[in-house]
């Protein structure tokens, strides 16, 4: 059984029953058979159909961004905002995707010719997160459907109205059967669907353990697998930067989503020139930021996205503290039912130490002090992950260096990083492999064929 559950006010919400093996069985059929008519679908037919899904988005964007809010905390205007993205990111791919699986032709000579095609393969398994629990499934539904493949979607436990929700769009604008289906199971039950013969392939944005553990099973498979992991992304403050914008969108991109994103900026590297100027502004911007109720409007933040998060980063940060950093205020649990947790700011973190290369999901800043961009590359570099990144100088010279030398499958130039449609999206090291969004994303799960004529 899966409960909706309100991380704002600990209020339980709708219940969803867990599929059976014999369930979930049924569904794999399902979608095979979806496959055999999907894959041949005419083009327009596909687009036509993403539009109508971006339609029951918009029409019912009110009640789903309600559904958001209710299950993970996120602010009503950043819920309906997502709920508005879906539908774009439908729209985006209805009107340029075709252009993306044209066919690429190749003069070999002596009258030979190479075709390179772009063919859909089958049922791709999306194992999602809960942090934007419809704008991840969008981005691998909407490529996946103009592709001519189809989608089994396994959701966070903690958003099952939204994962439901999904499924209902779908199904409301018309999506043939099995097309499109969530599968309400718990995570022990994922390597059996990989392993299947009738999956081909699987996507999965979460966690970096989680990422190993599909990735593993993947292999075993011998499928293709792509893998959006966490970050701990790199914000860096050059002595030629607008520094009034930088600490502004330093704010916004650290507290998003109560910091629960994986492309927040957690790491803020600052040259030492500006350094204080830097974090007169900075400071002031955390502390002004107001935590409370999502429903209301005048809240900038919301609460995390359940109890045990709260109490995992609040353990984080005092092992920060022990470690030798500084807490310059926040980081507090304040009394009431919710997760809530305060912003918070540390600086003078030993640079041995682990936490300095650890990801912090919720709204606590790191902050190092750099004497030049040479170090700045050097601590920007120094971790595990390579997600994304954000630079902000108004030099030409410094801005072409750090795009060169900080190891990110993404980076911002003076402003915040955000995905797109238009936009490849992943990143390398341990923060996964492959691309999600663009022409990049809607090929991944595609066979590039070649035609010899």
Same mark, same amino acid.
């Given at each position: 059984?899966?409960?909706?559950?309100?991380?704002?006010?600990?209020?339980?919400?709708?219940?969803?029953?867990?599929?059976?093996?014999?369930?979930?069985?049924?569904?794999?059929?399902?979608? #095979?058979?979806?496959?055999?008519?999907?894959?041949?679908?005419?083009?327009?037919? +596909?687009?036509?159909?993403?539009?109508?899904?971006?339609?029951?988005?918009?029409?019912?964007?009110?009640?789903?961004?309600?559904?958001?809010?209710?299950?993970? /905390?996120?602010?009503?205007?950043?819920?309906?905002?997502?709920?508005?993205?879906?539908?774009?990111?439908? +729209?985006?791919?209805? &009107?340029?995707?075709?252009?993306?699986?044209?066919?690429?032709?190749?003069?070999?000579?002596?009258?030979?010719?190479?075709?390179?095609?772009?063919?859909?393969?089958?049922?791709?398994?999306?194992?999602?997160?809960?942090?934007?629990?419809?704008?991840?499934?969008?981005? !691998?539904?909407?490529?996946?459907?103009?592709?001519?493949?189809?989608?089994?979607?396994?959701?966070?436990?903690?958003?099952?109205?939204?994962?439901?929700?999904?499924? *209902?769009?779908?199904?409301?604008?018309?999506?043939?059967?099995?097309?499109?289906?969530?599968?309400?199971?718990?995570? /022990?039950?994922?390597?059996?669907?990989?392993?299947?013969?009738?999956?081909?392939?699987?996507?999965?944005?979460?966690?970096?353990?989680?990422?190993?553990?599909?990735?593993?099973?993947?292999?075993?498979?011998?499928?293709?697998?792509?893998?959006?992991?966490?970050?701990?992304?790199?914000?860096?403050?050059?002595? %030629?930067?607008?520094?009034?914008?930088?600490?502004?969108?330093?704010?916004?991109?650290?507290?998003?989503?109560?910091?629960?994103?994986?492309?927040?900026?957690?790491?803020?590297?600052?040259?030492?020139?500006?350094?204080?100027?830097?974090?007169?502004?900075? #400071?002031?911007?955390?502390?002004?930021?107001?935590?409370?109720?999502?429903?209301? =409007?005048?809240?900038?933040?919301?609460?995390?996205? %359940?109890?045990?998060?709260?109490?995992?980063? &609040?353990?984080?940060? &005092?092992?920060?503290?022990?470690?030798?950093?500084?807490?310059? !205020?926040?980081?507090?649990?304040?009394?009431?039912?919710?997760?809530?947790?305060?912003?918070?700011?540390?600086?003078?973190?030993?640079?041995?130490?682990?936490? &300095? +290369?650890?990801?912090?999901?919720?709204?606590?800043?790191?902050?190092?002090?750099?004497?030049?961009?040479?170090?700045?590359?050097?601590?920007?570099?120094?971790?595990? !992950?390579?997600?994304?990144?954000?630079?902000?100088?108004?030099?030409?010279?410094?801005?072409?260096?750090?795009?060169?030398?900080?190891?990110?499958?993404?980076?911002?130039?003076?402003?915040?990083?955000?995905?797109? =449609?238009?936009?490849?999206?992943?990143?390398?090291?341990?923060?996964?492999?492959?691309?999600?969004? %663009?022409?990049?994303?809607?090929? *991944?799960?595609?066979?590039?064929?070649?035609?010899?004529?």
């Amino acid at each position: 059984m899966f409960v909706s559950k309100n991380p704002a006010t600990g209020e339980s919400g709708a219940s969803f029953e867990e599929l059976s093996a014999s369930d979930v069985d049924a569904r794999l059929d399902k979608a #095979v058979a979806a496959f055999r008519r999907w894959r041949t679908t005419p083009m327009a037919e +596909r687009t036509a159909l993403l539009e109508r899904i971006a339609d029951q988005y918009e029409a019912n964007r009110d009640r789903l961004a309600r559904t958001i809010t209710f299950e993970m /905390g996120k602010t009503l205007a950043s819920a309906t905002a997502e709920v508005q993205k879906c539908a774009d990111g439908f +729209r985006f791919y209805a &009107a340029h995707g075709p252009a993306m699986l044209a066919d690429v032709e190749t003069d070999l000579g002596g009258g030979r010719r190479a075709i390179a095609l772009w063919l859909p393969q089958g049922p791709v398994l999306a194992v999602m997160p809960w942090n934007y629990p419809f704008w991840q499934v969008v981005r !691998f539904l909407a490529p996946t459907i103009l592709a001519g493949n189809v989608g089994l979607l396994k959701h966070a436990s903690n958003v099952p109205g939204c994962a439901a929700a999904l499924e *209902e769009m779908a199904t409301a604008a018309g999506a043939p059967d099995g097309l499109f289906q969530n599968l309400h199971i718990k995570s /022990g039950a994922v390597a059996a669907i990989i392993a299947d013969d009738r999956v081909v392939a699987v996507t999965l944005t979460g966690s970096e353990g989680a990422g190993v553990q599909v990735a593993e099973q993947a292999g075993r498979a011998l499928k293709k697998v792509v893998l959006e992991l966490g970050g701990s992304d790199p914000f860096i403050v050059m002595p %030629s930067a607008d520094l009034d914008k930088a600490a502004e969108i330093a704010v916004k991109a650290r507290i998003q989503n109560t910091g629960q994103s994986c492309i927040c900026a957690k790491r803020m590297i600052v040259h030492a020139d500006v350094y204080d100027a830097f974090m007169d502004r900075f #400071v002031a911007g955390m502390k002004a930021v107001k935590t409370g109720d999502p429903l209301d =409007p005048a809240t900038d933040m919301g609460p995390m996205s %359940s109890h045990a998060a709260r109490d995992e980063i &609040a353990a984080q940060l &005092a092992g920060a503290v022990k470690a030798g950093a500084t807490k310059l !205020f926040g980081g507090d649990i304040p009394e009431g039912p919710g997760a809530y947790f305060t912003p918070a700011i540390l600086v003078d973190i030993p640079r041995d130490a682990s936490v &300095a +290369r650890e990801e912090f999901f919720g709204p606590v800043a790191m902050v190092f002090k750099v004497k030049d961009i040479d170090e700045a590359v050097t601590v920007a570099n120094d971790i595990p !992950f390579g997600l994304g990144s954000s630079i902000w100088t108004r030099d030409e010279a410094e801005q072409q260096r750090l795009i060169r030398d900080i190891e990110a499958g993404m980076t911002a130039v003076n402003q915040m990083l955000a995905s797109d =449609p238009n936009a490849p999206f992943g990143g390398i090291k341990r923060s996964g492999h492959g691309r999600e969004l %663009s022409r990049h994303g809607l090929h *991944e799960f595609m066979n590039l064929k070649t035609v010899m004529v």
